[in-house]
């Protein structure tokens, strides 16, 4: 069976959420998601505010303090917000890609070959059994370890190397700091965790982005070889419109092509941008190129049709937060009505106590 354009679409809207806002608790959301692209510290906060009702930033910040979520370095080496036992099932999986970042990168590979990772990890491992360190105090403290060693190379090997969290403050909405590190195995001391399996990880993928191509999958992970995994498992499968496999979890559906998709905020590193090999099932390659820039930062956005059609960012100062939206082509009269509804409640939430504007301008 062949999947439409507009199918995928909607299947990955309704997948994500975004169809219309659910009403989960926060842990499970975060779970059904597979995770939250975390790169900066309040993403999280956004995506689960665009798709959960009367979702709250506490609701969040409790779980990062209570150890329920964590932030870590995982799919495609980028820092993502996951639920307590998928960091420690997951880690191990992705650890090939870790090591390929530190074999890969031009600035940290030299320096890097010079020295035993095996000894740096030891001793990575023997300073945080004493308390969390800073990505500053740590860095320095093993380069006094490591004479001639720059302190950027090392903590760029002890974050790949190890299965460090970020731990709060870090992450806590309105809260600041630079990342302050603690072995993931020590920080989450007693959570139970299944073995890893690669299997798995395909199966949560599924269940928050299929149906999806091997390479969707790989691209998500940043794993390869996933087709010798897939192949092994009990998938159903489709074709999309250039006649390449999708696979989904047998049990899943997927909407009709009619199925309205309301208007949205989608915010900064928002996860359906990034978490496939052929993104345009969501946003164009042209209008791509201006959402995520060259230094990999992702653009709030428009989401119209179940498309991206535009860019969103806030401003604040002198008592005063401003919401400013850039369409990328003329919005129907009721669209852009319904972003500037949205806007306004995104204010509310992330603003409460300033005043707010939110301006529609000509991109």
């Known amino acids: 069976m062949q999947l439409s354009h507009r199918v995928l679409n909607r299947a990955t809207l309704e997948r994500q959420l975004l169809l219309r806002r659910a009403?989960?608790?926060?842990?499970?959301?975060?779970?059904?998601?597979?995770?939250?692209?975390?790169?900066?510290?309040?993403?999280?906060?956004?995506?689960?505010?665009?798709?959960?009702?009367?979702?709250?930033?506490?609701?969040l910040s409790r779980l990062l303090l209570d150890r329920s979520v964590v932030r870590m370095v995982l799919m495609r080496g980028t820092v993502h917000l996951v639920p307590a036992a998928d960091a420690l099932a997951w880690r191990p999986l992705v650890q090939t890609v870790m090591d390929r970042a530190v074999t890969a990168n031009n600035d940290h590979r030299e320096p890097l070959s010079k020295i035993d990772h095996d000894a740096v990890s030891k001793t990575v491992r023997e300073l945080l059994r004493e308390r969390p360190y800073s990505s500053d105090q740590l860095g320095k403290t093993l380069a006094e370890h490591y004479p001639g060693t720059p302190a950027a190379s090392l903590m760029f090997l002890a974050r790949a190397a190890l299965p460090l969290v970020q731990i709060p403050p870090r992450g806590v909405w309105g809260k600041a700091g630079q990342p302050t590190y603690q072995v993931a195995d020590h920080w989450l001391d007693g959570v139970s965790v299944a073995d890893p399996s690669a299997a798995g990880l395909v199966c949560r993928y599924l269940a928050a982005f299929g149906p999806a191509t091997v390479a969707d999958m790989q691209t998500w992970a940043g794993v390869t070889k996933?087709?010798?995994?897939?192949?092994?498992?009990?998938?159903?499968?489709?074709?999309?419109?250039?006649?390449?496999?999708?696979?989904?979890?047998?049990?899943?559906?997927?909407?009709?092509?009619?199925?309205?998709?309301?208007?949205?905020?989608?915010?900064?590193?928002?996860?359906?941008?990034?978490?496939?090999?052929?993104?345009?099932?969501?946003?164009?390659?042209?209008?791509?190129?201006?959402?995520?820039?060259?230094?990999?930062?992702?653009?709030?956005?428009?989401?119209?049709?179940?498309?991206?059609?535009?860019?969103?960012?806030?401003?604040?100062?002198?008592?005063?937060?401003?919401?400013?939206?850039?369409?990328?082509?003329?919005?129907?009269?009721?669209?852009?009505?319904?972003?500037?509804?949205?806007?306004?409640?995104?204010?509310?939430?992330?603003?409460?106590?300033?005043?707010?504007?939110?301006?529609?301008?000509?991109?």
């Not at 956004?46 to 009702?53: D, F, H, M, N, S």
């Open 23 to 59: 009403k989960m608790p926060v842990l499970d959301a975060v779970a059904h998601l597979a995770g939250l692209q975390a790169q900066a510290p309040f993403p999280p906060y956004y995506a689960l505010w665009c798709r959960l009702q009367g979702f709250r930033p506490d609701d």
């Open 226 to 363: 996933l087709s010798e995994v897939v192949e092994k498992m009990d998938l159903r499968t489709y074709r999309d419109p250039n006649g390449r496999t999708l696979y989904d979890l047998p049990e899943a559906t997927v909407p009709d092509e009619d199925t309205p998709a309301p208007p949205r905020l989608l915010g900064p590193f928002d996860q359906t941008l990034l978490s496939y090999a052929d993104r345009t099932r969501v946003i164009s390659d042209n209008h791509r190129k201006r959402v995520i820039t060259q230094n990999g930062l992702v653009k709030g956005t428009l989401l119209v049709g179940g498309q991206v059609k535009g860019l969103w960012e806030t401003t604040s100062a002198r008592g005063s937060a401003t919401l400013v939206m850039t369409p990328f082509e003329r919005l129907p009269k009721r669209d852009a009505a319904a972003l500037e509804s949205a806007g306004r409640r995104l204010l509310t939430w992330s603003d409460p106590g300033l005043t707010h504007d939110v301006r529609l301008v000509s991109g």
